[in-house]
């Protein structure tokens, strides 16, 4: 075995994988930025080959990272693949290289290391947003930016050339505040207790849309839920696993595993579609130590991952083996458009159970967004790093929900929620919800009007 490919892929796993790609193309239509730009490069088949080059002993250049920097991660080829390959583990694992290269940590390899200024604004990014205390302190001279029209400047003027990644910031930052106060550390159940769960209030979704977290508790206790908050929880570690910096992940996700574990629930509920699948992946995250062998926390780490729930994934299984919905539906008119999150329909495969939850309220129209599997073009970071290509793709979603006439857009990540809105706001069109799935669900439990849900205006 080659000296670099022996470092970089102990045990062959990476080749045996790359290998199974046959070439036959079906990812490529479903790839967002080969819809974009139609290089070959920059489709999944492409970057298979770029990461077969490297295994075999080539450099991790500068053309090699900027490639694999451009893939959102959507998993939208691992859908589209009759091979089954596993494009996620590929794309993940490659996506370290350069984070370490020129750094010290994991295998030495050829390559050089990221641009003073690509680590700086990775840097930036990655010690604010996993951390809510930093983020809601940045998220106010964002807000005073936008309420001194900085930020529509920021798109056309000199800021969007030399520091895209702040004006995209000032772009994707919600107007308004979430206002709510902080969740109690146990929510008691309605009625009869069905399930004790836990749930995770997230990073961006704590400091954004704490009134996404608060429908969701609600919703949960409605259906007869106990709802534990473990105050000592923290970042997940999505996004960090997600853009390649393993060891700051596996930090995050060993103190969430241990607050969780604290809390004795039956399964943990999550409502960002990002977390929720990183979170299915730590049994597999830590089964693959550096030398290829199962890590120390490994069976913890499985356990752990194997009571990982989606919202509307936990509420179908609850309802199936506990006797169906307990809570009453009030009449909901609107006419709405699911936005599938790629990190829930690609990634966790979980697409009927929020269409069934939005097709249980009464009054509520639900239909389908053309190319409603594209990526909008948030994907974690991505919109924050690559701005130019998200904000393409979040036109083309906007477009695509302008064409339904839909009033109510609901989506299950708040990545999502945050670009869609932006995208709305920004084409001149007339005003949009953009909810989570939970708040919807809650407002119908409540009897609330839809204007109820306008904290998520896009206008």
């Known amino acids: 075995m080659d000296e670099q490919a022996g470092a970089l892929d102990p045990g062959g796993h990476l080749a045996a994988t790359a290998g199974d790609c046959v070439h036959c193309g079906f990812c490529l239509p479903a790839c967002p930025t080969y819809q974009l730009w139609g290089e070959e490069m ?41 091979s089954g390959v596993r494009y996620d583990e590929l794309i993940e694992a490659a996506r370290t290289w350069p984070e370490q290269a020129g750094s010290g940590a994991g295998p030495a390899q050829a390559g050089a290391p990221r641009s003073a200024r690509d680590k700086a604004v990775r840097a930036a990014i990655f010690a604010t947003f996993p951390y809510p205390k930093r983020l809601r302190a940045l998220s106010g001279p964002l807000r005073a930016a936008q309420r001194a029209g900085f930020d529509r400047l920021a798109q056309r003027g000199p800021l969007a050339r030399y520091a895209p990644e702040l004006a995209g910031s000032m772009r994707l930052a919600p107007r308004s505040p979430g206002r709510q106060g902080k969740l109690p550390a146990r929510i008691p159940a309605r009625g009869e207790r069905r399930a004790v769960v836990g749930m995770l209030t997230g990073c961006v979704q704590q400091v954004f849309f704490p009134h996404v977290n608060a429908a969701t508790a609600r919703v949960l206790a409605a259906e007869g839920c106990d709802v534990i908050v473990p105050p ?45 699948s990183a979170m299915k992946e730590y049994g597999a995250f830590f089964g693959h130590a550096a030398d290829g062998q199962p890590g120390p926390l490994a069976s913890r780490a499985a356990a752990f991952s194997s009571r990982v729930r989606d919202f509307s994934e936990f509420l179908a299984e609850l309802y199936r083996d506990q006797g169906g919905p307990r809570a009453v539906r009030h009449e909901l008119k609107a006419i709405t458009a699911y936005h599938d999150a790629c990190h829930l329909a690609h990634a966790q495969r979980i697409r009927q159970q929020p269409r069934d939850l939005l ?47 839909a009033r109510l857009v609901v989506s299950a990540n708040p990545g999502c929620s945050l670009q869609i809105a932006a995208a709305l706001a920004a084409d001149g069109g007339d005003p949009v919800l953009v909810a989570h799935i939970a708040e919807v669900l809650d407002a119908s439990f409540r009897g609330l009007r839809l204007s109820a849900l306008s904290v998520g205006t896009a206008q």
């Open 42 to 82: 920059d489709s999944p088949r492409g970057r298979i080959h770029l990461i077969s080059q490297v295994l075999d002993g080539a450099p991790v250049s500068e053309k090699v990272t900027v490639h694999l920097d451009r893939c959102l991660g959507c998993m939208a080829c691992v859908t589209a693949c009759p």
């Open 232 to 276: 000592g929880q923290g970042c997940c570690g999505a996004l960090s696993l997600h853009a390649g910096r393993a060891d700051e992940a596996a930090r995050f996700a060993e103190r969430t595993i241990a607050e969780f574990e604290r809390a004795g629930v039956d399964a943990i509920v999550i409502n960002s579609a990002g977390c929720g």
């Open 359 to 405: 097709g249980s309220i009464p009054g509520l129209d639900l239909i389908e967004i053309g190319g409603g599997g594209t990526c909008c073009g948030s994907a974690g970071i991505y919109n924050l790093v690559q701005p130019e290509a998200a904000a393409e793709l979040g036109e083309r979603k906007a477009a695509a929900v302008r064409a339904t006439g």
